[in-house]
């Protein structure tokens, strides 16, 4: 029963939100905002081959549309992965459709199987329950306004188990420990399970959430409709929103648990040994000094291109076109990381 009524309000507040932003799209011309995208998105073909992101993403063969489904590639992963801890499930059928192969959540089984947390904290809960309800939201909208063109989750692995089955026909660590073991957050052979307890379920939320936030932020110059520009603001508030709550509750229990703040920074180093030589991720902080908003020295939130994004959550600093949070890679136009010095 607690099962099923978690689920029933994760759905509602997810209507509520997509509710909400539908009436934002109708307040800025949701008709031009449609017109826009059909008339840019009337020549795309999904299946053409992936330009090099890194430079490519600063010209004009990288369209609005094209930037809004790597986007919702993004979107896709945290909306399972909020949605397994909080009712274990994915997200729903209707929401998986699209352009690009299809795919599903790989779950794993044993320890690190995706499945819902058996939250401790209370309000770890409602944090949970609502940035589930968020990230639905989310991923609706974007698929509304992208329409047709709108891309297909792709396979996501959300496991921390030892051995998954991936798409290719061939075996996977689970990416929370794939991650986690090459951060040095456990040893070679150890599993890290988000889902065991609020603590992993909060760093397994900043391996994802914080890099999300830099994602929306990097794209930012790159988008040219303000239509467009507008609402991927308002999603880079709501993400910097979560992050921010992720980050100081993480910083909030590292005061009893010495083995926080060291972890962070791992998974943080570990990230910028991914993104290229520039420090472009932050910890939380120390026992002294916290450090819960990650800027640059401008107090700017810190952005990535979408090759480093891609490098970050295929867990490899090379040129690939999938691995780590998506086996087979992301749909759309943009789904091929460069190789970071």
Request: hydrophobic share 45%; charged share 15%.
């Amino acid at each position: 029963m607690r099962h099923e009524q978690a689920i029933l309000d994760v759905l509602d507040r997810a209507e509520n939100q997509r509710r909400a932003r539908r009436t934002f799209i109708r307040m800025c011309g949701g008709a031009a905002v449609m017109a826009g995208l059909l008339a840019a998105c009337k020549d795309d073909d999904d299946n053409v081959s992936a330009p090099s992101v890194g430079a490519s993403t600063g010209t004009s063969a990288i369209t609005d549309p094209d930037i809004l489904n790597f986007a919702l590639n993004l979107e896709y992963l945290e909306a399972n992965y909020y949605t397994y801890a909080v009712t274990g499930v994915g997200i729903a059928a209707s929401l998986q459709t699209g352009t690009g192969t299809q795919g599903a959540v790989i779950t794993g089984s044993g320890t690190g199987a995706a499945r819902a947390v058996s939250f401790s904290d209370a309000v770890v809960a409602q944090y949970a329950r609502e940035i589930a309800g968020d990230e639905i939201a989310h991923v609706t909208f974007l698929r509304s306004q992208l329409g047709g063109s709108a891309v297909a989750q792709p396979a996501i692995n959300l496991s921390g188990s030892a051995s998954v089955s991936i798409p290719s026909g061939g075996t996977a660590v689970g990416a929370f420990t794939a991650a986690a073991r090459a951060a040095g957050v456990i040893g070679a052979n150890d599993l890290f399970d988000p889902f065991l307890n609020d603590t992993n379920f909060l760093i397994g939320s900043y391996l994802l959430t914080d890099v999300g936030v830099s994602a929306y932020r990097g794209s930012a110059r790159l988008i040219t409709n303000k239509t467009f520009l507008e609402a991927s603001a308002g999603i880079l508030a709501v993400e910097a929103y979560h992050d921010g709550v992720i980050r100081s509750t993480l910083y909030a229990r590292g005061v009893t648990d010495a083995t926080i703040y060291p972890n962070i920074t791992k998974i943080s180093n570990s990230r910028d040994s991914l993104d290229g030589s520039t420090d472009l991720d932050q910890d939380i902080g120390t026992a002294t000094t916290a450090n819960l908003v990650p800027t640059d020295a401008n107090s700017l939130t810190l952005g990535r291109t979408a090759s480093q994004v891609l490098n970050v959550v295929y867990l490899n600093a090379a040129a690939v076109a999938g691995g780590g949070f998506f086996p087979a890679g992301v749909n759309g136009t943009i789904r091929s990381s460069a190789a970071q010095a």
